[in-house]
Structure formats: C-alpha cells, structure tokens
C-alpha cells in the first residue's frame, strides 16, 4: 500500500530529519491537520467537482510534485506559514471597515461633534445613507460586505473596473447626484491589493468623479507593500481623495528576489526553492503565466504568502497556487483570464 503521509512524516521523524526552528514535521502535520478543519476546507476554487476537494489528498499530490524529500519537506513547513484570511476573517475585515476608515473620514467630512446629542443619528445616517460603496474589481463580495454592516437602499453597487471600461462617467455621476437620497461620497473597497494593478483598471470613473468634487475613501481589506505605494501615485494629489486600508501587510510575510532573509531560514529555502523549480511550476503550457517565481508582477514579484478562502492571489507564490502539465498546486487559483487557467 502507498505511504500516507502521516506515516511520511513520521518517517522523517525517525530518521532525524528535524526541520529548523525546532519543529517535528508530525507537529507539523498536526498543525495542518487542524488547519484544514479550521480553514483550508473552506477554499471555494477547489470545491468544484473538476478539482481534488480533499485537502490532504491534494497536500500529497503537492508534496509529490518534487522528487527530493529535502524539498518536500520545505514544502511541508512552507503550508502552516502561509497566512489564510477565511470567512470569519473576512466578516471581522468588513466590519472593521466601516467602524475605523469610514466612519473617521466622514466624521472628519461633516465636521460632526461628538458632544451633540444628534451625533449618533448624524453619523448612522450619512454612513447608511449618503455614501455609496462599489468595489474596485468584482473579486469583493459586496453583497456579503453590506449585509454584514446592515447597509442597504442603494440599487447598484458594481465594481469600477468594469465600470471604466464598459460605463459612461457622466451617468454614474449623475446616478449618485439625482437620486431623491443624493450619494454625498464614495466608498471604494477591495478584498486584496498585492501590487494594485487593478487600481489602475478603476481609475478613468474615479478621476471624473474626483474631478467633479465627489470625495472618494479607498478602503482596501488587505494590502500588500507595493499596493500602497500604487495607490497614493494614482490617487495621492486629488484633495478630495483619502486612502486608510484596514490591514496593510508587513514586509516580513513576502519571500521575493528582493527580500532579505537569515541564512538557511525557512523564507531562505523557500526563496531558493521558488527559483528552482520554477520552470516545473510553469511547465509547457500555451497560456503560461506572465509572472515569475516570486508572483506577478514580473521579474522580482511580490512573494506573498497569503491564501483567500474565495480564491488565491497571483501575488502569492506561484508553487503555491499555478497548476501546469507539470505542476499541481495546493491552492489553485481560479484566474480571470482564461488562458491562465489549466484546469
């Protein structure tokens, strides 16, 4: 019979392969075996009958991409690091967003007092009411964001990215200035920014609308580094724009050509690993990513290492998530593009 890998790693065990840091890779694997009832189960692209929807069984599966067992066992150690925003995490991020970006800037917006008697009312009523939340890409369940926050009365709330491509500037100003509740405000929200590149999709509807005095809060739930330094270049000199994400990403988490890291630490190996089986991650397949070890963009990449319950960024390690002729991955991402997607 094959070996599972509870007996693997319980080989690895006895044959003193321990990894650095301390760990037994059974502990490991206890670790990730509660992971996964916790969160891994949760991840909505491999839930589909075209994929393997047994976490462990795909966690083999990856494991067997590399023939060394020294890589392999990086692998291993590489799963429990990764950082897995779920739907609880999700649920705290939208209700976050609105009790500490949103409600500061318009606070700040309406010069509201709070000594007043009325600010409580004031305050609920221009949140609910007079603002407009969209998302920048169809990647942010806005529907979930405002059930969660009790928001509702606004008929449409689409994402800008397909807005600026397929809308009409002037019609959306004057959906949000003609309605018999004006929208004073907009909200832009996003699930994920790694190097904003989708910020710059949204752009052509956002600058009209700052250009016509509509003040707009971009509120991204999680971002990296590089996003944070897209989106004040993009939208930085407008004064009525205002940037607060919730939860911005330290430079710790990301393993990429320009990261520095301790020798022979795990971010070392992983660096090191990315590098060298890149070529088998991407494999001979015609739609081949545009990214390159590290994630997109190309060359150095971000090298995050962050999974979303709904899907995987392409900001994220490619090992972890693109699927090739001669690559399966643990998280596939489910790509927009769909000579991106290898099935």
């Given at each position: 019979m094959p070996?599972?890998l ?5 080989r690895?065990?006895?044959?003193g392969?321990?990894?650095v ?14 992971l996964?009832?916790?969160h ?16 462990e069984?795909r966690?083999?599966s990856?494991l ?7 890589d392999r ?7 429990p ?12 991020l939208y209700?976050?967003?609105i009790?500490?970006?949103v409600t500061?800037w318009?606070i700040?917006l309406n010069?509201l007092?709070f ?11 221009e949140?609910?009411?007079?603002t407009w ?10 529907s979930?964001f405002c059930?969660?926050?009790n928001l509702?009365?606004?008929q449409?709330?689409p994402d ?13 100003l004057n ?16 699930d994920?920014i790694?190097?904003g590149s989708?910020?710059?999709d ?6 009209h609308?700052?250009?016509n005095?509509v ?6 739930l ?5 996003g944070?330094?897209a989106?004040r ?6 004064q009525?724009f205002?940037f607060?994400?919730v939860?911005?990403?330290?430079d ?5 050509a320009?990261?520095?890291?301790s020798?022979d630490?795990?971010a070392d190996?992983?660096?090191?690993l990315?590098r060298r089986c890149?070529s ?7 739609g ?7 994630g997109?963009?190309?060359?150095n990449?971000t090298?995050?290492?962050?999974v979303?319950?709904s ?5 994220t390690?490619?090992l972890?998530?693109h699927?090739?002729d001669?690559?399966r991955?643990l998280?596939?991402r489910?790509?927009r593009e769909?000579n991106?997607?290898?099935?």
């Open positions: 070996e599972t509870a007996e693997r790693v319980g690895w065990d006895l044959s392969a321990v990894s840091g301390g760990d037994l890779f059974n502990q490991i694997h206890e670790r990730i075996v509660f996964q009832h916790v891994y189960d949760q991840y909505l692209p491999t839930q589909s009958p075209r994929h393997q929807t047994d976490f069984q966690l083999e990856w067997d991409n590399l023939s060394r067992e020294a066992q990086i692998l291993l150690e590489l799963v690091q990764t950082i897995f925003f779920g739907r609880d995490e999700f649920s705290s209700q976050a967003a009790r500490g970006p500061r318009i700040e010069q007092d000594m007043a008697e009325d600010f409580n009312t004031r305050l609920t009523t949140v609910s009411t007079h939340y969209c998302a920048i890409s169809d990647s942010m369940p806005m979930d059930h969660v926050n509702g009365g606004i449409y709330r800008f990215r397909a807005l600026s491509e397929l809308g009409d500037p002037t019609k959306i959906f949000m200035k003609q309605r018999s509740v004006p929208l004073k405000r907009l909200v832009l929200l996003e994920f790694g190097s989708q910020l710059e949204a752009k052509p509807v956002a600058d609308l700052l250009a005095n003040p707009i809060l971009l509120v991204p999680i971002i990296c580094p590089d944070v330094t989106a270049n993009l939208f930085g000199s407008s009525h205002r607060d994400p939860l911005p990403l330290q710790d988490i990301f393993i990429n320009l990261s520095t890291t020798p630490s795990l190996r992983v660096k090191e990315a890149h088998q991650v991407v494999g001979d397949n015609a081949a990513p545009c990214y390159g070890p590290f997109f963009p190309s060359p990449g090298g995050a290492t962050v979303l319950y899907n995987t960024p392409d900001n390690l490619p972890i998530h699927r090739s001669t690559w991955p998280f596939q489910s790509s769909m991106l997607d290898h099935g």
